[in-house]
């Protein structure tokens, strides 16, 4: 029975880790470029959601949209201007420059807002859930309902409009896109945006579950790294099979060896995998 | 007596699909061997096979009986095969002659470097480079990178030498500068394995020919015997071109 | 020779930095040398193999507590430092086995992960290492003085060491053949070179010297714990330092190293507060604005103004 326990554990974490990685994967996977932004990009829509219930009552539930739309525009702003200026260099050259951004970035929230811990206390919580032996916080659950909805929203962005079909066009072939007439840099903006967007809305959402730092940034950087190996890259479904997996493997980790060892396992189940499978569970093989 | 290379029932499979089709052919020392066949049709892969670049994933690839099927690409180069590619694959930031120099010195020709520099000015005048030995690679023409890949390839003092389409691209006189260098290294001693686009080409310099179509081998002998034969031309023209050419004779290449 | 000269001259330049400065002087003249170490270490990968990797912090952690380790146990300095650069290098060689086929940004995070994991195993060994809490190891009977002076020199001479691997391996074999794998890494193979032999041999040597500065760097503040020698800037700034003195070169690490812990010295007397958005600033104009080095801007600045001289 307990083992029910830790799988509902590990797929609600799952659902969250999901949207955590979603954006980074997509911006990965189109732009092949790793944003280290993507941390603290998440922090930032903490804030938002932070201060948006603290001044106007918003719940995080809808200031999700808010913080998703504001990080957008930072997204888009900083590949025109910055990224987008270096996107055709090696790796190591965008790799260094998002990092460079990210202490101006996690310099500037700490500046702001300071180290301490905060979080949002709803003033009414939804309280817990029970399904038969299982019990699972109402809150949590309804923010990985919202994080797949989130997510979903963007497969279906990605799939059906014109700039979702740009985006995809660009991944497959950067220059015959361009030759179609596709503005390569602007999709790259609108792609980083859209990562960002994914970012600032899970960041929101994951406000009202853990305490809100910039000093969180690294972990969550650290938790898109390990999906997108886990489920392969650029892809929706990819970060969603990924996060699940992360989810359950930290979840029975934790309950196998304990909870210290949690992200000890995570780190070398991605050794594990960049050795055998570089491309993810679900991913292709031969893609850089 | 052994060929220089042999391949014995050889096939490459890529996932399903079997981009070399268990192929039996060997190459004898000092021929210059013609490889043709229409786009796709496995040329390139039996090259990467043969270098090690995509082991067989059947079959044996001898050279002079020695099985090196399954040797790493280096190991291969440093037991004398050498190929040039398709896509001229340069060290762009390097020099022209350090391009060379990077042949003769890993391919075991050049015991130390200050020997594999001085090789390798040899190996710019034989190709015509000499000229521009110190302009950084990327600078050159497209016609000037293929001598640079076959002069890398000679630098690395090879018993057998594959090329991969270096004429493609090449106006005609420059066609012909090129095939009068290949005549000159197989005059060397040098054997010569020919990919070629190009029917007039690859008949007036090949001494064999063997065509490839859909990953197997369908021809090998003299040119005017391959290029008579109806499978061949059924291949390259389509069936209804050669039931056309059947009435009168096939023509003869160049 | 010229390369050998300069080296010398900056060696003998550098050993007189004890009777120009005093302690804090010092201080900071151990820190340079300590990072021009893992400048040049990461250079061996980073520069000439062309893989971005992040392991520096690794290699670095990993040879402070191997000497931490040994030094508890009763093992002589000498020993315990020199073994510090052996285990970081057996394990460079072992790593670099697993993630060296991986190229761009996956050899990236691998490289980034093995420091985490090897991090959480320090913390997970408290009986060996301390775990979290850190290791105390023992304070060495000198003045004040002769510590920093001891400790100076003993980063210098490492730094001096690196730095002649670096010329040694620029001029050999191995340095012309990971120029090749930087440049087209199957073009390599074709021509005969190993590879993967070159690669772990380049990712070996950005192991060993900067394991024996982890080592040095133990002695040196005598109390290390897993988030000061595994921090992920000590992987990041020697990258910076590289592409700031040119990278690929023999002594642009070196140049590199001295220019952003001047600017840092300099900055973090005044700006305490936002000293890693300065960093990061650093980064953002380097990699926009001078993608090949400080060297070659001032060098091209250089050619562009002698046209406007007087004409001969």
Avoid at chain 1, 201 to 217: D, F, R
Wanted: glycine residues 12%.
């Amino acid at each position: 029975m307990i083992y029910l326990q830790v799988l509902a554990n590990g797929l609600v974490l799952g659902g969250l880790y999901a949207a955590i990685a979603v954006g980074f994967s997509l911006v990965w996977g189109v732009l092949n470029v790793i944003n280290l932004l993507h941390g603290s990009f998440i922090v930032l829509g903490s804030y938002v959601a932070f201060f948006a219930y603290a001044y106007f009552g918003i719940h995080p539930f809808l200031s999700a949209g808010i913080a998703g739309a504001a990080l957008f525009a930072l997204g888009y702003v900083v590949q025109a201007g910055l990224v987008n200026r270096v996107i055709a260099a090696p790796v190591l050259i965008t790799l260094i420059l998002t990092f460079g951004l990210d202490l101006i970035l996690n310099n500037a929230m700490l500046l702001a807002f300071s180290a301490d811990y905060r979080k949002v206390n709803l003033a009414h919580p939804l309280g817990s859930l029970e399904l038969g032996p299982i019990f699972l916080p109402g809150d949590r659950v309804a923010a990985m309902v919202l994080a797949f909805l989130l997510t979903a929203l963007l497969y279906r962005v990605l799939r059906d409009s014109r700039i979702g079909r740009a985006i995809i066009a660009v991944r497959m072939d950067r220059e015959a896109a361009a030759l179609m007439g596709v503005d390569v840099k602007r999709i790259n903006a609108i792609t980083f945006g859209l990562g960002a967007f994914m970012a600032g809305a899970a960041g929101a959402l994951l406000s009202i579950i853990y305490p809100i730092s910039p000093l969180n940034s690294s972990l969550f950087l650290g938790k898109a790294f390990v999906v997108c190996v886990l489920g392969g890259l650029g892809s929706v479904p990819g970060a969603m099979v990924g996060g699940v997996a992360l989810g359950l493997i930290e979840s029975f980790g934790a309950y196998w060896l304990g909870p210290e060892h949690a992200i000890t396992l995570s780190f070398s189940i991605l050794l594990v995998l960049l050795f055998v499978r570089p491309s993810g569970i679900l991913g292709k093989r031969g893609y850089e | 007596m052994t060929a220089l290379l042999a391949l014995e029932g050889v096939s490459r499979r890529f996932g399903g699909l079997a981009a070399l089709d268990t192929v039996t052919l060997s190459v004898e020392a000092g021929e210059i061997l013609g490889l043709i066949g229409p786009n796709g049709a496995g040329k390139t892969t039996l090259i990467n096979v043969v270098t090690g670049v995509h082991p067989a994933t059947a079959g044996r690839v001898l050279l002079q009986g020695e099985d090196i099927t399954r040797l790493k690409p280096y190991r291969i180069a440093r037991k004398g095969l050498a190929r040039t590619f398709q896509i001229v694959q340069p060290f762009p930031r390097m020099s022209v002659l350090e391009n060379v120099a990077a042949g003769a010195v890993f391919a075991g020709a050049a015991p130390s470097l200050k020997e594999g520099l001085r090789l390798s000015r040899e190996h710019l005048a034989f190709t015509g480079l000499a000229q521009i030995a110190d302009k950084p690679a990327s600078t050159l023409t497209l016609a000037q990178r293929k001598r640079l890949e076959l002069a890398k390839g000679l630098a690395m003092n090879p018993r057998f030498l594959m090329l991969d389409e270096v004429n493609a691209g090449l106006n005609s006189s420059e066609v012909d500068e090129a095939l009068a260098m290949i005549r000159r290294i197989a005059e060397r001693g040098v054997t010569i394995l020919v990919i070629e686009h190009l029917m007039k080409v690859v008949v007036s310099v090949s001494t064999r020919l063997a065509v490839l179509h859909h990953g197997a081998l369908i021809a090998v002998g003299t040119p005017r015997e391959v290029l008579a034969d109806r499978g061949v031309i059924e291949a390259y023209l389509g069936e209804k071109y050669a039931a056309r050419l059947a009435g009168a004779r096939p023509a003869e290449g160049a | 020779m010229r390369d050998w000269l300069l080296l010398l001259l900056l060696a003998l330049a550098c050993s007189l930095l004890p009777l120009a400065g005093d302690n804090y002087v010092l201080r900071l003249g151990t820190i340079v040398a300590m990072y021009a170490v893992l400048a040049q270490s990461w250079n061996f990968i980073g520069g000439l193999a062309g893989y971005p990797s992040f392991a520096t912090a690794a290699f670095f952690g990993l040879g402070a507590y191997t000497s931490a380790v040994l030094l508890s146990y009763g093992a002589p300095t000498g020993l315990a430092w020199t073994a510090a650069g052996g285990m970081a290098c057996l394990f460079a060689a072992l790593i670099g086995g697993a993630i060296l086929h991986l190229k761009g940004h996956y050899f990236a995070i691998a490289s980034l992960a093995v420091g985490e994991v090897l991090r959480e195993v320090v913390n997970t060994t408290p009986d060996l290492t301390g775990g979290g809490m850190g290791m105390n190891l023992p304070v060495p009977k000198l003045s004040v003085a002769a510590a920093a002076q001891t400790f100076y020199f003993s980063m210098l001479a490492l730094a001096a060491l690196t730095t002649a691997a670096a010329i040694i391996v620029q001029r050999s074999r191995l340095g012309f053949g990971l120029r090749c794998i930087q440049q087209n890494e199957d073009a390599a193979n074709i021509l005969g070179v190993n590879a993967y032999g070159y690669k772990t041999a380049a990712f070996c040597l950005s192991a060993v010297f900067a394991g024996m500065a982890g080592a040095i760097y133990a002695s040196w503040v005598h109390y290390i714990e897993p988030p000061d020698v595994f921090d992920i800037l000590l992987a990041v700034k020697p990258l910076v330092m590289v592409l700031l003195g040119g990278i690929g070169t023999v002594f642009g690490p070196i140049i590199g190293a001295f220019l952003l812990i001047a600017f840092e010295e300099l900055v973090w007397r005044s700006f305490l507060t936002i000293h890693a958005a300065m960093l990061g600033g650093i980064i953002v104009v380097l990699v926009l604005f001078m993608p090949n080095g400080l060297l070659a801007l001032v060098r091209s600045g250089l050619a562009r103004l002698r046209p406007a001289g007087p004409k001969p």
